[in-house]
């Protein structure tokens, strides 16, 4: 069964489509993730380990200063970042480096999002609608 959910697109980019990489905690681009690998690599955080490479990431936002916008575009001029964003709140450095790599982030949805959809599921991303579908 497939359900939509409605949120605000940062820029129409069309649709991708991929597997969920779902952590309920914050992530960091820049020293808490590996550029070269898009490993989480951050010490305590939910998803260590986890591979970004390629998935829909499925978070409440993203931490960090300055630097977040320059750990998202090492990850994606290394082929290793996410295909889309989906979260909460969009906060600023993870904003400006979805904008600066033209990657599909939907953001402020009326449900705990991460909670809504798990790892592996099948999400659909429509940054023209600002609307995801879960397949």
């Known amino acids: 069964m497939k359900k939509t959910f409605e949120g605000k697109s940062i820029k129409k980019l069309g649709i991708v489509e991929g597997e969920a990489l779902v952590t309920t905690d914050l992530v960091a681009f820049w020293g808490g993730s590996d550029w070269e690998s898009g490993d989480i690599v951050e010490a305590g955080h939910e998803a260590k380990g986890k591979n970004m490479t390629g998935k829909v990431l ?78």
């Open 58 to 135: 499925v978070f409440p936002a993203g931490k960090g200063g300055a630097g977040d916008t320059f750990g998202w575009y090492y990850m994606e001029r290394n082929g290793k970042a996410p295909i889309a964003l989906i979260c909460n709140r969009a906060q600023g450095t993870t904003l400006a480096g979805a904008l600066l790599t033209d990657t599909p982030m939907i953001y402020g949805f009326k449900e705990e999002i991460e909670k809504v959809i798990k790892t592996g599921d099948r999400v659909r991303v429509d940054s023209d609608k600002g609307t995801i579908e879960l397949l």
